[in-house]
């Protein structure tokens, strides 16, 4: 892969900064431009290699830049590629990170010139942390990265995003956007949006001597470690995802209902057959594809 010469990180968080500090100690990029809202987080980036330089502007930052990436909560894409929009080079790569991606494709179609190289990107891989001080090189290895290219995509755009991500040690996957968003729902925004919900439902229990907390430990640590992550982040991720994600909360709905009856009707059968289909199915999963799983 020819070096990248000028990469530009919108929003040099767990992501952005991630991926940064991998193609530097793969040496595959020549100087990275850190541009976010926030002085600290930029003075951290620099501070620890992330970037070596930043800014506020976005707009001065892209000129002349040969890859963008943006690494930002979804609802901020729309005024980001409004700003880069007006000195983006013509043989500038555009990509991001975003975990929604029909939503990021129809914001840079209707936002960037039309002659703009976008290539939407997911990498499937992350923390409950945010923040440039969260990120780390290896966090892209062995992990899959979903590309959403559709027919304006330029083909050679798609191949140098492809190489990109694979040299930070991802396996690449391309698939329609819809798809991408119907499948992310459900193996991840869903958990998501299951996790916050189970945790509020159990803080509101409790009497005067106890607190529900008190008594929880590994398998409760287990089921809600994303419960730590970004309220905003998830917030965003969940209205650019909307319809997907309410069908997932739908079928939820509908086995947490199927588990209710069996309780209430005291079908032992029943609850076991659900038991059993779901560690089977998770069981095959772990075996499959979960081994290198941090
Ligand atoms: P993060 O909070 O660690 O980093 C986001 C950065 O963007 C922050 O530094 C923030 O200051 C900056 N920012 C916010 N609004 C901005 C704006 N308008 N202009 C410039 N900078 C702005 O978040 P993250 O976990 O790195 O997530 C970044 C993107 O990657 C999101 O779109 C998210 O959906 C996606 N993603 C996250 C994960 C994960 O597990 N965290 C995994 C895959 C993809």
New binding site residues.
Partial sequence: MNPIQHMVV????????SLSLALKKAGRVERVTG????RA?LELAKELNIVDDWTHD?TEAVRGADLVV?????T?YE??FKAIAVNLSATAIIT?????KQSAMNAARSLLPDSSQFVAG???????????G?AFSELFEERLCILTPDEDTNPEAVERVQEIWQAVGSRVMRMAPVEHDDFLAAVSHLPHLAAFALVNAVRKQGNEEHEPFEFAAGGFRDFTRIAS??PQ?WR??ALCNRDAVVRQLDALQDELSGLKDALQSDDGEQLLEHFTSAKQARDEWLETYGKSLI
Wanted: glycine content about 18%.
């Fill in positions: 919108i929003g040099t968080g767990l992501i952005g900064g541009v976010g809202r926030s987080n976005i943006l690494a930002v909560p979804m901020a005024s980001v991001d990170a975003g975990s929604t997911h990498p499937i891989a992350g923390t409950e942390q945010s923040g440039a969260a992550s970004s982040m965003d991720i």
